[in-house]
């Protein structure tokens, strides 16, 4: 299924919705944005994922220019409060910077997120397919390892 918008005066960016057999694909594009706008596409991505109940996202994101600091860091804060813990967002960004997008992951993934910033598609892709090893698990492996 895919669904199409275009940009409008009040909404100044394309979102595309596509249905991939192991998650869903979402294409974001516009030419600048805010707080308010990437409020608007990233309230359409979770609605859409709500509906639809899907547990991995892959945003291929096409933004001339970013949002400054302070926006990424109140956006993520309120994606975090929203309810998609258990949703895997992996995002590809087109104008990947690796300063930017890894402070940005490191603001979602401190805040509980489950995201990845990536600078390739097969490289969303493919953490997108991996599954997560839990916390919990992880220590006790790296526990047993420090005794062995």
Known sequence: MITLAPATP????????????RYLYVMVQCETTSY????????????FQHR??????LIDKDITNSMPVH?????????ANSGCHDVKFAIY??????????F?????TN??????????????EDWLAKELVPGALMKSNLSSRAAA
């Open 10 to 21: 009040n909404k100044p960016y394309r979102i595309l919705f596509e249905h991939r057999p």
């Open 36 to 47: 308010p706008i990437a409020k608007k596409y990233w309230n359409e991505i979770l609605s």
């Open 52 to 57: 639809r109940g899907y547990d991995r996202i």
């Open 71 to 79: 926006d990424v860091v109140l956006l993520v804060s309120e994606l």
């Open 93 to 102: 960004d087109r104008r990947y910077d690796a300063e930017r997008c890894g």
């Open 104 to 108: 940005e992951e490191m603001v979602g």
């Open 111 to 124: 805040r509980g997120l489950k995201v990845r910033i990536c600078g390739t598609m097969p490289e969303a």
